[in-house]
């Protein structure tokens, strides 16, 4: 039997991915159990310092957490499934019993298939262009939500691959096309997540070029995810003499893009800085007057007229 961890106010997690809130743009928390992440590698390498840090995840409010076991950064090297596995299935399995929703990001639909059956909800797979067979066959069958994310190439060679007529276009034609390959295969069109892949096969503008086309991405009857946290092209924008601004420093324009995302109607952002995005979300939802602009698994709703304290 399965036990939630819980806090004075309710369960820690929302327990399933059908649970989750509507109404209001979610806040998806990374969890990188690796040692070469590009912002945080190492620092929650070890499944114990994963758990925790997954626990605070949730208790400063991710809706769902997205773990990973192997790096998709530009130029990281690959490792075996079975490694990626080890490293990560001790954790799904520990903050599922905790209540969390789990995403996983993974390459792999052999690690698809084990982190589902450890208690995992989503796949949140970066392979874009380069998705396997397996791994589409894999979430029809299971009809397993899935985040389509646009890529191309791999982690080594996606950075040459960044040239489009109209990358607004084109990724949303291709992301269409993979999108018509799944659901031929079976997978629910609901179940399916698009995610216009920031960073992945993108140089700088072509950033926020996607960013102010998120309406367009919407458009699709889809849901969409926006994975802006502490990328490249935000150092770039607030570099100094030069210099990038390192991923450490770029939490606060993160939150302005899950901000201005909320309020381009995003399903979810996927940010390291989950306490920062949860209030910028909130501020998003409050300005456009959506009730309730803050919820909390088991919290109960404020006084309509006096904002009580949860």
């Not at 928390?29 to 995840?57: C, K, M, Q, W, Y």
């Not at 901000?259 to 940010?271: E, G, P």
């Amino acid at each position: 039997m399965t036990t939630t961890t819980r806090t004075a106010h309710g369960p820690l997690g929302w327990g399933t991915y059908e649970d989750l809130p509507t109404g209001r743009t979610l806040v998806m928390g990374v969890l990188n159990v690796t040692p070469d992440s590009f912002s945080d590698g190492g620092e929650h390498a070890g499944h114990e310092a994963a758990i925790a840090h997954g626990l605070r995840l949730l208790a400063e409010g991710a809706d769902v957490l997205d773990v990973g076991g192997e790096s998709t950064r530009p130029g990281s090297e690959r490792i075996t499934p079975a490694e990626e596995q080890r490293r990560i299935l001790p954790v799904v399995e520990a903050l599922a019993a905790a209540g969390a929703v789990l995403s996983v990001d993974t390459l792999h639909a052999a690690t698809a298939a084990a982190v589902l059956d450890a208690g995992a909800h989503l796949v949140n797979d970066v392979s874009g262009l380069s998705v396997t067979p397996e791994m589409v066959e894999l979430v029809a069958e299971r009809q397993a939500p899935y985040v389509l994310t646009h890529a191309r190439g791999t982690p080594a060679t996606m950075d040459g691959l960044a040239d489009y007529d109209d990358v607004v276009d084109d990724v949303l034609a291709e992301l269409e096309t993979l999108r018509d390959r799944l659901v031929a295969a079976g997978l629910a069109p609901e179940r399916i997540v698009l995610d216009p892949g920031l960073g992945f096969a993108k140089r700088g503008a072509q950033n926020w070029a996607l960013l102010r086309a998120l309406p367009r991405f919407t458009a699709t009857g889809h849901r969409v995810l926006v994975g802006a946290s502490r990328k490249r092209f935000l150092g770039a924008l607030l570099e100094t003499h030069g210099t990038a601004r390192p991923p450490a420093g770029r939490d606060a324009a993160t939150a302005a893009v899950s901000a201005l995302s909320a309020h381009a109607d995003a399903w979810a952002v996927r940010v390291h800085d989950v306490r920062a995005s949860a209030d910028a979300v909130a501020v998003a939802h409050a300005w456009r007057g959506t009730e309730p602009a803050v919820l909390r698994p088991g919290a109960l709703r404020a006084d309509a007229t006096g904002g009580g304290a949860r």
